[in-house]
């Protein structure tokens, strides 16, 4: 297993060699084997481990056994303990959640603060089966099904192709000592469940189903990357970026055979769980929308608009007093005296500064707010219904600024200015207002 490994080494993961390694080392079967191969590979590493506080003396007895693991073998290490109870319970989240939670975070800090490369865990084979079975048995997409991947960033499982007993056998041959964690032993968890009873059941079935099932899983991954490049360029048809938001359009993604799914690819990573109410939602009314906990999915006519969520805004106010010439927040404004009005637009305005009572106020629009549009003859409307005239969106009229001077809106940022601002022929003092 050590020539094998050297050259799997060498051949997956040569980006490895002369870097500074981290590894995961819980003092059990899988990470000391692990730490054993590294070691004899003669590549720098060091020890980073975890107590959980889980198991009361055993958790210190594992903490000590890789103490004197790490002396006796002059291998540098990096140790902390969690309390992992009440971080699960202020949290909400379940025990293995909450571990994998810190001991996660845990590790990307070592990598930042004692400028190590990589951070490398023990998953193997059988864990791979297992997180398979665990994903199929509660309802998965492909992505489900095609295993942990082997390196992930600044992450690598270099294990994976070797099964447990491969492991058990390589630790037995060369005299590794490992702690047992008797929470192994309790089918209290699902991944323990399908490890003692399901597993046995499928090798009894097959002997050699580890290899079977690994083949299997390749060509899982093989149509996961054919599904993600199709995905793609039905994307660069269908979908527009502008910022933050992405415009989905449903004329377009009707004529799709399978439109369903390449919704799914598209949305799966922004939180969203209600599929069937997404899916519904292209032939919802429009004005229809679907939240997940940071985005918003809108049906705006013949589109689907996906757009953060952020903070409400309604009562915020900014002041703009005389004299200010750029403006940052929470638009980008410039304000500049001129001595003649030139290509006006809805972007860029002229008004009649002696008209304006400072300071100007600039925050989001409320039903009820009315103004005079400019080149109406003075009469006045409901900005509620001049956004339904310009057949906004929901998320365009949300993302309104109205800009005030005392009790008069001056200007409906980037849409319309106010009549009563309006430089005349008499106007002497002209301020040009532009939305950058």
Not at 182 to 189: E, I, M, T, V
Not at 269 to 277: E, I
Request: hydrophobic residues 40%.
């Amino acid at each position: 297993m050590l020539e094998h490994f050297k050259k799997q080494l060498s051949t997956k993961f040569p980006f490895l060699e002369n870097k500074k390694l981290l590894l995961a080392t819980s003092g059990g079967l899988d990470s000391m084997v692990m730490l054993d191969l590294f070691q004899k590979s003669n590549y720098p590493i060091a020890i980073a481990h975890c107590n959980f506080q889980l198991r009361g003396l055993e958790s210190f007895d594992d903490q000590k056994f890789i103490q004197e693991y790490a002396e006796k073998n002059a291998v540098p290490i990096f140790i902390t303990q969690f309390d992992t109870t009440a971080f699960a319970k202020d949290f909400k989240l379940s025990t293995q959640v909450a571990a994998r939670e810190l001991r996660y975070n845990w590790f990307y800090e070592l990598l930042e603060t004692e400028a190590y490369d990589y951070i490398l865990t023990a998953h193997h084979a059988d864990d791979n089966l297992e997180t398979f079975l665990i994903n199929l048995s509660r309802g998965t997409g492909l992505e489900g099904l095609t295993g942990i991947p082997e390196h992930n960033g600044n992450l690598v499982r270099p294990l994976l192709t070797y099964t447990r007993q491969e492991i058990l056998d390589y630790a037995q041959k060369n005299a590794i000592e490992w702690r047992e964690d008797s929470s192994n032993a309790s089918d209290k968890y699902l991944r323990n469940k399908i490890r003692h009873d399901l597993v046995p059941l499928f090798k009894e079935l097959n002997p050699q189903f580890m290899e079977t099932f690994q083949k299997t899983q390749s060509y899982l991954q093989d149509a996961s990357v054919m599904v993600e490049d199709a995905s793609i360029m039905v994307y660069q048809q269908v979908v527009s970026q502008d910022d933050e938001v992405f415009y989905i359009d449903l004329l377009q993604l009707l004529k799709l055979p399978n439109y369903r799914s390449y919704l799914y690819q598209w949305l799966k990573d922004f939180g969203f769980s209600s599929w069937g109410d997404i899916y519904d939602l292209v032939d919802g009314m429009s004005g229809k929308q679907i939240l997940s906990s940071h985005f918003r999915l809108l049906k705006d006519r013949e589109q689907l608009i996906l757009s953060p969520i952020f903070s409400k805004e309604e009562s915020a106010q900014y002041l703009i007093n005389q004299g200010e010439q750029d403006v940052n927040l929470p638009l980008k404004l410039s304000l500049q005296k001129v001595n003649a009005v030139s290509n006006p637009s809805n972007t860029s305005i002229f008004v009649d500064e002696d008209q304006l009572q400072y300071p100007l106020v600039l925050q989001k629009w409320k039903e009820g707010d009315v103004f005079q549009p400019q080149g109406m003859g003075g009469k006045t409307k409901k900005l509620s219904k001049f956004f339904k005239d310009e057949k906004m969106s929901l998320l365009e009229k949300e993302n309104t600024w109205v800009l005030w001077s005392g009790e008069k809106i001056v200007w409906i940022v980037g849409r319309r200015a106010d009549e009563r601002f309006k430089v005349q022929t008499g106007t002497e003092n002209i301020l040009n207002i532009q939305l950058r």
